[in-house]
DNA sequence: ATTAAAAATGAATACAAATTCAGCTATAAT
DNA sequence: ATTATAGCTGAATTTGTATTCATTTTTAAT
């Protein structure tokens, strides 16, 4: 028998997040990435079933850390709703500080996979969405967030913002650059621009 | 000689931001969009050089509005900054109000336009960018926005989320749907999420 | 009525790239 | 040393669809 050298699985999966962040999904070709994770064309096929597989499994995986460190967070009872929303967005930063390369494919190309027939895709977004409403709501609840807020509503364009500002960040992903986004981000959330 | 029925330039055009905004710009086929305009595939080829101008010309006319409408409520002086900001938000919102469709694409495809290879495309979100911090400045020198906001960074974030506000609304796009993105989203910018 | 030429058509072509698979390679077991 | 077989390769195949263009249709002018 012939044993497995390295990680070829990893190394591909790798590899199709920087050339899907470069070139986005539909103009990568497979043949780069096998070059990218220095294996072959064929080899690909061995671990991937096929292109969509590949897209959807760096999906999968960035949804399901997402969503575990997001749970913890809004049911720490310790956290205050506030400390909840800076959570949030540091568990979104934190997932790409490491990888710009899946920020940039979390922006373009999440559409391709929230399609009617992967509804698992579209369960990972509202799981995630329904999570910033708790947050609201507690606020709410507590009285310490303006009543007025409507949880879907700001919770949404929320997500919108999180999500293209790393894809902004991505295209000079030096660290300084992030905590700017960080700070600024809880900064506008907390207070919004107007003094008064 | 035989003379042009109807428009079939915007017909075509038309469809395709349908075409685009249901199944994406890769996944759309130019036969669909030729069914839909009510025209023939050869006819696309006679009013679009390709598939990708047809893309461009889209976000071009898109981009043109968008900037003409926000430069000239940006140098409008009876606005104060605050009022800018919520007039920014009412430009997005009614750009797409009317063609949801417009707003699908916006949030899917931008980015296959957006490439080095078009710099053009570059400069209009750069110009927006700018006029979006130029309001931000212009509200932290008259003393009535939060001095320590970061005008780049908070410019982000807000097209992000306006973008994304705009996508949501679109799978299900009753107007009674976008007054609550609108209304929220002002909300959210002016106050923040905190009481205090 | 006939004609000229613009406008429109859609079957045929071209082509890019995803996917396959017959053959090759490396290694664990004997 | 030999063998069996899992792991790997990349040229050849297949597929999908964008694009072309020879032909047909329409209508304005004569």
């Known amino acids: 028998m012939r044993r497995k050298e390295g990680n070829k699985e990893a ?23 096998a070059e990218a994770a220095d294996v072959s064309v064929g080899t690909v096929y061995l671990y991937f079933e096929n292109k969509n597989h590949l897209l959807r499994k760096i999906f999968e995986s960035l949804w399901d850390s997402l969503l575990t460190r997001s749970e913890a967070l809004v049911n720490d009872p310790s956290l205050d709703p506030l400390q909840k929303i800076d959570g949030i967005v540091d568990v979104v930063f934190d997932s790409f500080s490491q990888n710009p390369s899946l920020g940039a494919v979390f922006q373009k190309d999440m559409h391709l996979v929230q399609r009617p027939e992967h509804p698992r895709f579209g369960d990972y977004l509202n799981r995630f969405m329904r999570l910033g409403e708790k947050i609201l709501r507690e606020g709410q609840s507590r009285g310490i ?32 650059n992030l905590e700017l986004f960080r700070a600024g981000v809880k900064r506008l959330l907390r207070g919004g621009l107007s003094l008064v």
């Open 145 to 176: 967030f303006h009543p007025e807020t409507d949880a879907r509503v700001t919770v949404t364009f929320i997500f919108g913002g999180l999500r293209f500002s790393i894809n902004q960040w991505t295209l000079n992903p030096v660290p300084e």
């Open 11 to 33: 190394d591909i999966l790798a590899a199709a997040i920087r050339i899907f962040a470069r070139d986005g999904f539909h103009q990568a070709k497979i043949l780069h990435i």
